[in-house]
Structure formats: C-alpha cells, structure tokens
C-alpha cells in the first residue's frame, strides 16, 4: 500500500518537474502598492503571468498602467506587495539583497529606454560589468565582453566612451552589457522608445536573434503596437490590471 | 575583487580630473597642516639626539617661591638643586646646568652673538652629542674651574672660518676658553642640550650663584628606567619641605616639581603654575587637530554625498547587474580611501618642502626637521582615517538607494 502510493506520487512530481521546466517565469496574485506619506498608488493588482523558456513576449499599456513596475519585479528590482514570484521553477523566498543580487547577477540582463550607461567608463568597461560580479580573471572578463560587443556589431567602438556613439549604438553597447553574463532572462523596458523608428527595428532584430539563436527568453515593454506584433505574445495592461 | 575596486577608482578619477584635482587640494593641504605641526611636535617632544635617553630622563625647570608678602616664579637656582635634587634614588645621574643665555664676543674688531649654556661635566655624560672634533669637557673640568668650551659647529664658522679650532683661544663675554670639542648644531627647538658654545659652570664671574635658591638653572635627571619616575618625583617633593631659607621673611615655601618636558609645558599652559595638567594639554592638542581636521572632512564628505549621487544611475546600474550594496560600499570606500592616500603623498611632499623651507629660512635656529617614520607613520594614519571618515558614510547612504530609485537619479 505505501508502495503503490510512493509510486503515484513520484510520477506526479516528474510531471510538475517537466512542467515547471519549461517555465521560465511565474507570477501568481502578484500586487504592488506604493505608499507615500499619506498616498496610495496600486501599481500592479492580481498579476497571473507564465512565460515559458525561450518565449518572446511584450507588454504593452498606457503610461502609468504599471509595466515598468511589472517588469522591475520580475527582475526582482522591486519586492512585491503580495503575490509569489517564480524564476525557472524556484520560488523566490528571500527578498535579502545578497541573494537577490546573486540571482540578478546570474539569471537576468536589463535593457532600459534610457540606455544607463555608465559615462566614466569605456564600451568595453561598461559591458564587463556584470562580469565584475562574478569570479573569473581579468582576461576571461575581456573575452566575454567583446565577444558579447561582436554579437551587436561593435567590435570597433571598444574603447571609446558612451557620449561617443549614436542612440541606436549606446543601446546597443547596453544590450551587450544584458548578455555579457549570458542570463537566461532579458527584461526590456521600451528599448526602442528613445530611438527612431530604423534604429528601433534593428534593436528589435537584435533582440530576436537572441532569443532565436540563444534561446534566450525576452519580455519587452513597448509602446509600438509594430514592434509588439513582431513577438509570439502581447500582455495588455491597463490601471495595473491584465486585460484581454 | 580589490584590483578591480582601483581599477575602476582610476578610470573614474582620470574622467573627473576637476572634482579629483580639488579633493587632492583639499586633502594634501590639510594632511600636510597636520604633518608640519606634528614635525614641530616631534621636533620639541621627540627622542632625539643629543636627547637620545629622553624616555627615561625628568628635567626639573620651574620653581615658585613664596612668603608672606610676595611670591615669585623663576627657573630653580644652584643652591636648591644642589640641596633638594643630588643623590635622588632611581637616579643614575644628575646634571646642573644654566639657562641659555646671549653673550657677546668681539673678535678681529666684529660683534658675534652667541648663546651661552654653562654645565657640570655630567652633562656630557647624559646627552649624546654628535662631536665632530675633540671631546667634551670633563666633571674635573668642572671641579677645577679650566676655562674650556665646547662650541657648535655655526661658532666654529662665525670664529675660525670652518678650519679646526681644537686648542686655539675664544672670547665670550669678557672671558677667554680654551675650545676643547665642536659639536654639530643643535636646534633652539631642543631646549635643554641646545648652545653655541658650553662652559663649566665654575668659570662663572662670581659665585654667587652657589647661595641663590631660585634663578638661572635646570637640571635634568638621568632614571634607571621610567618605572622610578614617580617615586624620584615623591622623593624630590618632599625633599623641598626641608629647604633652609635664607630669609623666611621673604620666601618660606618652595613649589617645584621633576616632570618630563611635556609635563613642563603643561604647567606653563595652566593657569595655575604650581601644578601640571600633561593629559589636559594633550586633549587641548588633539582637540584643535581634530577641529582643524573637521571642516575639511565635512567639506569632503558633502563632495563625496553630492559626487555619489551624481553616480546614482550608476548605483542602479551595478545593482541591477547584480552588485549587492556591501559590494558598493567596498568600491565607494576603496575610492575614497586611495583619493586620500594620493592626497596623503601630496601632504608628504607639501610638508618636505614646507620643512626644508623652514630651515632655510633660519627663524628657527638649526632647526633640523626630519620626516622620520613616526611622522609617515602617523601621516598614513591620518590619511587612511581621514578617508575612511569622509568615504563610509556616503557610501553608506548611497547603498541604500533603493536600486529604481536610483536609476531614476536618486531622488527620493
Ligand atoms: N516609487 C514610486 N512611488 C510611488 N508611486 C509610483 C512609484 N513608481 C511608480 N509609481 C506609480 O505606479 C504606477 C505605475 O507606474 P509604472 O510602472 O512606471 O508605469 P508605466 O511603466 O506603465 O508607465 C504609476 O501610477 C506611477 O505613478
Ligand atoms: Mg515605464
């Protein structure tokens, strides 16, 4: 009797396993109210979002409808208020900054609208970054970051410094730095909404060229319904609520 | 992790060469403030030859005398010392000696200056002098009255125009002496051994000195070691309660007291000359340090809080990317403290230049200021606390930013 109940019970959980395996991202009940003095402002209400390993996806919605604040805490830049998270099948427990710095480290790169790079240092400097944080010499460091800086097509502005290039370079130059580490997130938010619409179409050829070739999953946050209609699915926000 | 924390240190300074070159400023000038005045310390205070025993000698420099109707405060005079401070237990050895005083020579029709010390023989016996010729003068020197002197090496210039003057004749003060030893010059910072020329106490005009209680004199007691400081102190304390005077009239009490150097100051700093406060004097000293010290630490810290904040997209950057803020207050501390060690050489070689103009400038008379290694000792600590001051608590607050926050600009 206990056996046959062992039994079931393991094939349930190679089931989940498989499941879960092919989620990269879960968030279930997910809400996030921002309190000020006296205010009260619910960013995000009842979020229940899967994205599976590999996927491309956008959010769209209007202005202040919450999609920075959705995908600030996917890459745990922000603790929701309630709601449980999930990065490729680990729940995330521990909002302790050590670990989560470990996690964004290992698991996630950033694209932000405005680029955020840093101006004292170098292309190369700024995409080793990531790198920094992590164990490994000098050299190997280096390695990683050009040949990141090759898979954008700059290998020629090495050492030049941020203020340097064009928009659609500098962002490039940041997307290089998201994939230096080799995370199996991307988090996008409007990477094109500083740029023209050519440049804009290039960074998205990027993007999906990542997630073809690498496998890498993608959520992107856009304002360009063009842009959004070139990913395998749009999540529709509106006043911090999913509609559909 | 440390060589990158300097490496990204240097790109961001090289980039800021404004703000980097006003830290340096800051930092170099006041480190170099503090460095001076602690040479000058060192220079009064320190083991120095010829005071090469200093941490186990006790000078006896004041006296008050009082009595009914009048009080007054002098250097002690021979009588007292040779009453109260011969033969001290835990003394090895003791040595008289006059205050420095000008005396005049005229020599081949020209007016020399020079300062007079006249001293026992045991003086040469305590302090390690530096002579470049001869030998100093002897106790029998002393005893039998021989009009010999010892001369510094700026007397041998001003009287034998540098060539030897072992056994030739000089002038000073209406007498003549036979010079015995030249020594190298010993600056005026340096109270005690300091002279041009030296002569036995004996060859005074009058001996008058003999019967005087108060008037004219030091003395300097050579311990067995420190330990016996406070009871050679005890024992010369009491010994005063037993003077004869001369004149009870006049005086019937003496104060006086055996004390280190920096003991002696303190009393003269204290209001109240009887007594001396060293420990006092000491939180005096380090006070106006620190004080001095305060006003460019605030001014440091607001340039580091306004610096860091400027980079707070940069704080959002690195913690995205997965810097934890223990990590970010390393890279800011470490910034902070190689800026103030930078400005630390600059405070080195601001004080070297400011020291060697010092004593070329002659105001203060042989003074002779090293750099030695208790000044780069404390020079380095300076510098590494004055960093970590002004670096922990930016980098403290600047770890804090909530990383949105940060990558929005910091505010908030
Ligand atoms: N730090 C904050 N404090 C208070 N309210 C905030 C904060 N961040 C965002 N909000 C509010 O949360 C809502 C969602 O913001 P956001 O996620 O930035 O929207 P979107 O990216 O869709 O424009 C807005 O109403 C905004 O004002
Ligand atoms: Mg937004």
Redesign the pocket.
Known sequence: MAGTNLAVNEDLKSDTDLQKENIMIQLDGVEKV?R?DRIE?V?LTNINLSVKEGEFISIM?P????????LNVIGLLDVPTAGSLELSGKPVTSYKDRHLARIRNEEIGFIFQTFHLINDLSVVDNVEIPLLYRKMSNSERRKRALRALDRVGLNSRVHHFPSQLSGGQQQRVAIARAIAGNPRVLLADEPTGNLDSQMGDEILEILKDLNREEKTTVVM?THDPRQAEKTERIVR?FD?RQVN | MLKNYIKIAFKVFLRRKFFTGISLFAIGFTLMVLMVATAFFDQIFGPFPPEKKLDRTLGIFFLRLKGPNSQSSSPPGYALLDASARNLPGVEKASFFTVPGIAYSYWKGEKIKSFLKRTDGEFWEILEFDFIEGGPYTRDDEHNANFVAVINQSTRKRFFNDESALGRDIEVDGQRFRVVGVVKDVSILRIVPFADIWVPISTSKTDAYRKQLGGGFWAMLLARSAADFSAIKEEYRSRLTQVEFPNPEEFNEATSGAETFFEFISRMASPDQTKNHPGMLLAVIVTLMVVFMILPTVNLVNLNVSRIMERASEIGVRKAFGASSLTLVGQFVVENVLLTLAGGVIGFIGTLLALAGLESSGLIPYAEFYLNYRIFLYGLALAVFFGLLSGVYPAWKMSRLHP??ALKGGSR
Request: hydrophobic letters at 30%; glycine letters at 22%; aromatic letters at 6%.
């Open positions: 921002y000020t402002t960013a919605g202005s202040g409808s919450g999609k920075s604040t959705l946050v926000l911090g | 949105v926050q």
